[in-house]
Nanobody, 125 residues
Framework: QVQLIESGGGLVQAGDSLRLSCAAS????????MSWFRQAPGKEREFVAA????????IYADSVKGRFTISRDNAKNTEYLQMNSLKPEDTAVYYC??????????????????WGQGTQVTVSS
């Protein structure tokens, strides 16, 4: 049974930093492209960042480029999202997701097979 469990969310002030983690089990982690999406109240789930199986290639949404960094540790079956210079508009539930299809990291939600339950990030102004 595949499980993706996010952690590290919380309430912070604008300009602060947070690091999210996603612990994976029940799959061969290094075979999966991993990603982060987020969903704000009343909005659709949107792509944040994705990382290749090796961790070498990464892609980001324009809204977070230069502020967020995605990484992974295949030995620990965990991916991370370092979020710096947080803004109130970053407030959302953050989800990790995995994609076992061949190819590099993708921003398409349809590519991702398994999803976590999400962790809330709230940024106050």
């Amino acid at each position: 049974q595949v499980q993706l469990i996010e952690s590290g969310g919380g309430l912070v002030q604008a300009g602060d930093s947070l690091r999210l983690s996603c612990a994976a089990s029940g799959l061969t982690f290094s075979n999966y492209v991993m990603s982060w999406f987020r969903q704000a109240p009343g909005k659709e789930r949107e792509f944040v960042a994705a990382i290749s199986r090796s961790g070498i290639n990464t892609i980001y949404a324009d809204s977070v480029k230069g502020r967020f960094t995605i990484s992974r540790d295949n030995a620990k079956n965990t991916e991370y999202l370092q979020m710096n210079s947080l803004k109130p508009e970053d407030t959302a539930v953050y989800y990790c997701a995995s994609d076992r299809n061949l190819g590099g990291p993708s921003s398409s939600r349809m590519r991702y097979e398994y999803w976590g339950q999400g962790t809330q990030v709230t940024v106050s102004s």
